[in-house]
């Protein structure tokens, strides 16, 4: 019944090969390089869809909004936006255009800075207007007069405009623009809005701001790409992009995009069609490393102790404290081969990799002649860095195997795999009341009972007021108010009369299946050792055999599901080679997993598959996170 | 055919030729003296203001607009104040400057059209002088004031204001200036006697042009060529230098021998040679200095100027003519000039409303480009509210509309756009006007009949103004929301009579809302808290505010056993729950003996295996053992592990004859010892043969 997700005795022995390997190279050079910092951005450019398109003409954007400001500047960050923008633009960049100085916004007096320009960063939100509205006020006009600008991110608002105007400080800005960053490069195949809030604002408080701001991200995308001939849809909020979308091409009806469609069809999904997916722990590489530790904006941050860089015949050092932080992206070599595999394959990848690694240095005893010599060392940076790779991810798998070879996660597990294929899910689960017992993290909780419950299409009345008891009672009452947000979110349900449908859509999508390879795949369904996720699934079928096949499981499944057509101006036809591959855009609205994004990408890499898959989503999330921005939790005023 | 060198004449060592290419028509009896004069690039309008200083109120200066071959367009009498500089801008308006700084603009017609102000500051003092220029970014002016300071306006439609830093030593106006754009910014190079300054935003920097020969001189007049490329400088010694206007490199130098300064200094281009040059000109004299090899192009003269010179002169037909045969897309050429055509249109008074919007309608069509609320605004600008209205139903952008339609006090009709256009923004935009016109009452309702607009003021309440959420959800009868409402509100309360009272709010909300489960929970925190507060007053545990579990947990660490029990039965715990809590409890405090009590108080609902870990954890290998027999044949390999007992562990699994849990002790046998590790791979084997 489980998987074959045998972490415990397997990947042990291949890591341990791995590691001796590393340590037995350490004494050939000290320096360790680090082969992604070369340009930033190169990975962006090599996938099907050049990517770097829309990087260039962000930046480029970015440039001609500094140039506006002339002189010296300095940079009041809104600060969450500081990650996304990393993306877009180093440092490097803001210094060309004579940023001088960074801050974070933050109330009060702003720091002083022998600056011409003062520009405030900032997503467009009321309370960050209050902070800018303080920073001006208390502005010495007497001592330095400086220019203020604002720089809306991704786009500017009367609202927000208002608010400066009733605070009095709206006529102290000289520029106020936005910059229309919706949809953001992530990797070569990958786009994030990076909107942390669009699930919730679209499913709990019926805000569709998330959902304009995706219309328009596409939009941008169609006038770098062209138009995309064919839009398929599922869900509520596809379907209202979707007509956004639509209605935003009549209004440009002039304009008429000359550019020959990059992308043949556009795959619009709301993420409560599958709400059981990002439930379900990640089993690949990426997504263990995201539910363990965290990926944000492209970087992870990981307990120093195993990074700690011994060098031969130093006594060793003291333990770094800081996180080591290292981006994550397919840049490097090593990590684009491994990131999508399952857990599981990973100790053997590494070690093969150890092993080509070791004979390309072991070339060097046969460089006998100046021209070998030469030769060998011309490649030696490159071999640094790939061995500098190995051992960063060698350590990497080590601390997740520490995670993924103990017994709570093996349970864990267990059950999530039991409510996959359907085993007692209309009963109150043991190792859940253990964990409670235990006072488990509540997310996990929350986690395992809303997995369970969209698995049984609901929850007995008995079953799920036993579960909100015990919650209740164990975190504390406040929590009602994050079960109302699940229930309202469909995550927690009550049975209704109706049967329960989940197996139908199991066995129709093959959601499980029993003899997943983790090794050698043939299937999506690697990625979650035997779960193969219902979004790609859905994603799979679009292209062979078609929704038509599937329709009584799309009725099932909520919202409506469409089909557009997008007129393209004679001559963009695409005349198709044989055996070209279409290029479909699948954006999830309310976020998109990891394993989610490497289903794809396999799919994608699958020979007869006939498809190649962009992704983009307005956040990428794990159940963690997402179940997070979901919850309530109301500050408490007694002490 | 006549011969063809007839009409060239000498000049030096060259010839030229001069050819009329058309008679100028006007009739100027006093020619050009005493006037401003003013014409717009390529051949575009020329403006005159005859005497501009001429105060008496009963004799006003005359305003003329002639064509560029000099048909008059339009003449009328200058009412307003004086006149320092007239200009054009690049889509031919005239900009008239006057001395308090108030720039009035008028269209090539002569109709005002607006005007604004070059700042405070010129009130005090007024402008000496003033310039008109063009740049990438539109048209701009700089003035200079009596108090000797610059400002300057680099683009009129988007006026930002720019006053210049000081210039050191000046007193009134320098002795000459230009202004100059050049890497993205405006500046002003001026002259004072023999210094030559750099002004930009922030700085007034001393500059020497490259090559100039120590004894040139002050620089009495400078002149910059159209691309802002060139520069020439005439110095009171009559030396001309001309080079680049970065002041990097110099091309000529040329000694005029001319000390008075021109009256005027230009950049042209010599028709053969493509070459840049200089034309000087003095009272009798005209001169022309080449200034290098380099070549110049001038490609400011796009087709979408040529329309734009149409279009301003009203000639729509044939502007569209051209468009088609320049083969210009509709969105840059014909939607332009429909845009502009109907812009007039509206204004034409001898029309109906229902006329005019046909009239528009036809013509314009859907034509790429055209946004019918720009004419509708035109039209409400007018004073045609009706015809602004039925026009904006052409509006396909709803979001266009709705600005127009809330200046129209439109409001409804402005929210159902905004609604439609799918912009959060745009509907709060409508949202907040609405508040502040209406009463509470229909503002409520308005909102009532636009959901969307609704939930979009709930979050902005939820973040602002948290009263005027629960009078929402108390108008919309939403009770389940209210009860969410008043228990977030209790978390924000500090003492505990006003938090209950919340609480118990909440409680009927959840009631009427028929949420039985989240009514009873709550009726239950409140319970909780009472006890709590009973509790803390009686021993000072400190119990308010923590959770069910940690109250218990915290009165078993306290040894109060008894007030935990009572807990533990009011509240109807699972036993297995408190079983672990007491479990955990007591093997913190290492209470062995309570421990095997407990254990033997009834059968344990949680098993023993947890007695064997909880013990191990504590170190504590003894007392572990004690339960591993109580254990239940599933777990009893994991127990005997646990404690370390190898060989137990062994027997248990190969009793059992289970792989999985062969191999688990497998994997802790060390490989010393080689009997239990034969015996074990026996077992296994057989187990798989299974």
């Known amino acids: ?639 | 055919m006549a011969f063809i060198t007839a009409n060239w004449n000498p000049l030096g060592e060259a010839f030229y030729r001069k050819t009329e290419l058309y008679e100028m028509c006007w009739n100027l009896k006093d020619g050009l003296r005493d006037s401003l004069v003013a014409a717009a690039p390529y051949g575009g309008p020329i403006a005159l203001l005859r005497e501009p200083l001429r105060r008496s109120p009963s004799s006003r200066p005359q305003l003329e607009i002639y064509s560029a071959s000099g048909v008059s367009i339009a003449s009328f009498p200058w009412k307003s104040g004086p006149v320092v500089q007239l200009g054009w801008t690049v889509s031919d308006e005239l900009l008239c400057i006057q001395e308090d700084g108030s720039v009035l603009i008028y269209d090539l017609f002569g109709s005002f059209k607006r005007h604004f102000s070059m700042g405070q500051e010129v009130m005090h003092s007024q402008v000496l002088e003033a310039k008109v220029f063009h740049s990438p970014y539109g048209t701009g002016v700089a003035i200079v004031t009596a108090s000797s300071r610059f400002t300057l306006a680099t683009n009129i439609d988007d006026l930002k204001l720019r006053r210049l830093p000081e210039v050191p030593g000046l007193q009134g106006k320098p002795t000459s200036w230009v202004v100059l754009s050049q890497d993205r910014q405006t500046k002003v190079l001026m002259s004072n006697g023999p210094e030559l300054y750099i002004l930009d935003n922030t700085s007034c920097t001393a500059v020497v042009p490259p090559g100039l020969s120590p004894q040139a001189g002050s620089i009495a007049h400078m002149s910059v060529s159209f691309s802002y490329k060139y520069l020439a400088l005439f110095t009171d010694t009559g030396h001309m230098w001309t080079g680049l206007s970065h002041l990097q490199e110099k091309l000529s130098e040329v000694d005029t021998k001319k000390t008075t300064p021109p009256k005027q200094m230009v950049w042209c281009r010599r028709p053969r040679s493509q070459q840049p040059s200089v034309v000087l000109m003095w009272d009798r004299l005209l001169m022309v200095v080449g200034a290098s090899q380099d070549t110049i192009q001038f490609k400011q003269l796009t087709p979408q100027v040529l329309i734009d010179r149409l279009v301003y002169r009203q000639f729509y037909p044939l502007a569209i003519e051209v468009c088609r045969y320049l083969k210009i897309p509709d969105y840059q050429g014909v939607s332009r000039v429909l845009k502009h055509w109907a812009s007039c249109k509206v204004q034409q008074k001898d029309l109906s409303d229902e006329a005019i919007a046909r009239a528009v309608c036809v013509k314009v069509g859907d034509s790429p480009g055209v946004s019918y609320s720009d004419i509708a605004a035109k039209a409400y600008e007018c004073g045609r509210t009706e015809l602004a209205i039925k026009l904006l139903d052409s509006e396909a952008r709803s979001g266009e509309q709705v600005p127009l339609l809330l200046k129209m006090k439109r409001s409804q009709l402005a929210l159902s756009k905004a609604v439609e256009s799918g912009d959060t923004d745009l509907v709060y935009t409508v949202v907040t006007y609405l508040k502040n016109e209406m009463n509470r009452g229909d503002f409520f309702m308005t909102l009532r009949n636009q959901p969307v607009a609704l939930s979009l003021y709930r979050q902005f309440c939820k973040l602002q103004e948290q009263e005027t959420l629960k009078d929402l959800y108390n108008q919309d009868d939403d009770h389940q929301e209210l009860a969410n409402y008043y228990v977030t509100a209790s978390y924000r309360e500090k003492r505990l009579d006003s938090r209950l009272s919340l609480l118990q709010s909440a409680v009927d909300e959840y009631n009427k809302a028929k949420n039985e489960f989240s009514a009873k929970a709550t009726e239950e925190e409140m319970r909780l808290l009472r006890i709590q507060r009973k509790l803390d007053e009686r021993k000072g545990a400190g119990l308010l505010g923590l959770s069910l579990q940690a109250t218990m947990e915290a009165l078993l660490a306290l040894g109060l056993h008894k007030q935990a029990e009572q807990l533990y039965r009011d509240f109807r715990v699972p036993d297995k729950r408190f079983w672990w809590l007491k479990l955990k409890s007591l093997a913190e405090k290492e209470e062995w003996e309570e421990l095997e009590k407990f254990s033997r108080s009834k059968k344990s609902p949680i098993g023993y295996l947890a007695f064997v870990e909880i013990c191990m954890k504590s170190n504590n290998k003894h007392e572990a053992k004690k339960y591993v027999s109580k254990v239940t044949p599933e777990q009893r390999v994991k127990a005997h592990l646990a404690v370390g007992d190898l060989e137990g562990a062994a027997d248990a699994a190969i009793e059992r004859k289970s792989d999985s849990e062969l191999a688990a002790v497998l994997a802790r046998c060390p490989a010393s010892d080689r009997q239990l590790l034969d015996r074990l791979n026996r077992a296994a084997a057989t187990a798989a043969k299974k």
């Open chain 1, 1 to 639: 019944m489980l998987g074959d997700f045998r972490v415990v005795f397997l990947g042990v022995n291949y890591l341990d090969i791995v590691s001796s390997l590393v340590t037995s190279f350490t004494h050939w050079s000290p320096d360790l390089l680090c082969c992604c910092c070369r340009n930033m951005a190169a990975h962006l450019s090599y996938g099907r869809v050049n990517l770097n398109i829309l990087r260039e003409a962000a930046r480029k954007e970015l440039r001609e909004f500094l140039d506006k400001c002339a002189g010296s500047k300095a940079i009041v960050w809104d600060e969450y936006l500081t990650g996304p923008f990393g993306l877009i633009a180093q440092y490097s960049l803001l210094k060309e255009h004579e940023v001088e100085k960074m801050f974070t916004l933050k109330s009060g007096r702003l720091p002083s800075a022998d600056v011409k320009n003062i520009i405030f960063f900032v997503r467009p939100r009321l309370e960050l207007m209050d902070i800018i509205a303080e920073n001006v006020f208390s502005e010495d006009k007497m001592h330095s007069p400086r220019d203020f600008h604002i720089l809306f991110v991704p786009r500017r608002s009367m609202l927000c405009e208002q608010r400066l105007k009733e605070q009095g400080v709206l006529a102290s800005f000289i520029n106020i623009d936005e910059y229309i960053l919706d949809l953001i490069p992530y990797d070569g195949d990958l786009l994030s809005m990076e909107y942390e809030s669009a699930f919730r604002e679209c499913y709990l408080e019926n805000d569709q701001t998330s959902l304009y701001h995706t219309a328009k991200g596409l939009m941008t995308l169609q006038a770098l790409y062209g138009t995309i001939p064919q839009i398929y849809g599922k869900g509520d909020c596809a379907r209202h992009v979707a007509n956004m979308m639509l209605r935003m091409k009549r209004e440009f009806a002039g304009s008429q995009n000359q550019i020959l469609p990059v992308f043949d069809t556009l795959l619009l999904l709301d993420r409560n069609v599958d709400l059981l997916t990002p439930l379900a722990t990640q089993l690949t590489y990426e997504g263990l490393i995201d539910e363990i530790y965290g990926i944000t904006n492209g970087y992870v941050k990981l307990p120093p102790e195993k990074f700690a860089q011994k060098k031969q015949g130093e006594a060793s050092k003291d333990l770094p404290t800081e996180p080591k932080k290292m981006p994550l992206n397919s840049a490097e070599e090593l990590y684009a081969e491994i990131r999508d595999k399952n857990f599981n394959a990973v100790g053997a990848a590494l070690s093969k990799k150890a092993k080509i690694i070791s004979a390309a240095f072991e070339e060097r005893h046969n460089a006998k002649t100046v021209g070998e010599i030469k030769q060998f060392v011309s490649q030696l940076p490159h071999m640094q860095a790939a061995r500098s790779s190995l051992a960063n991810h060698t350590s990497i798998a080590e601390l997740i195997k520490d995670i993924t070879t103990s017994e709570a996660f093996f349970d864990n597990l267990t059950v999530e795999q039991e409510f996959m294929t359907g085993v007692d899910t209309d009963k109150v689960n043991t190792y859940i009341e253990d964990c409670v017992a235990q006072k488990d993290p509540l997310i996990k909780i929350l986690r395992l009972v809303s997995m369970q419950s969209v698995c049984n299409n609901g929850l007995k009345q008995k079953v799920l007021d036993y579960y909100k008891r015990e919650i209740l009672q164990t975190y504390g009452y406040e929590h009602i108010l994050t079960l109302n947000n699940l229930e309202k979110a469909g995550l927690l349900k009550l049975q209704s009369s109706t049967r329960n449908n989940y197996p139908t859509i199991r066995k129709t999508l093959k959601l499980w299946m029993e003899d997943a390879n983790e090794q050698n795949p043939n299937d999506i369904s690697y990625v979650y050792s035997g779960y193969a996720p219902l979004s790609v699934r859905l994603a799979q079928v679009l292209a062979r055999p078609g929704w038509r096949s599937i329709e009584e499981v799309l009725k099932m499944l909520p919202g409506p599901h469409f089909e557009e057509r997008q007129q393209l101006p004679a001559g963009l036809h695409k005349k198709r080679q044989q055996g070209e591959n279409r290029t479909t855009l699948v954006f999830f609205l309310g976020g998109v997993s990891y394993a989610e994004i490497a289903a794809l990408r396999f799919l994608s890499q699958m020979e007869d598959s006939g498809m190649e898959y962009i992704i983009a989503t307005t956040k990428l999330l794990n159940g963690t996170t997402w179940i997070k921005s979901l919850m309530d939790r109301p500050e408490s005023q007694s002490s």
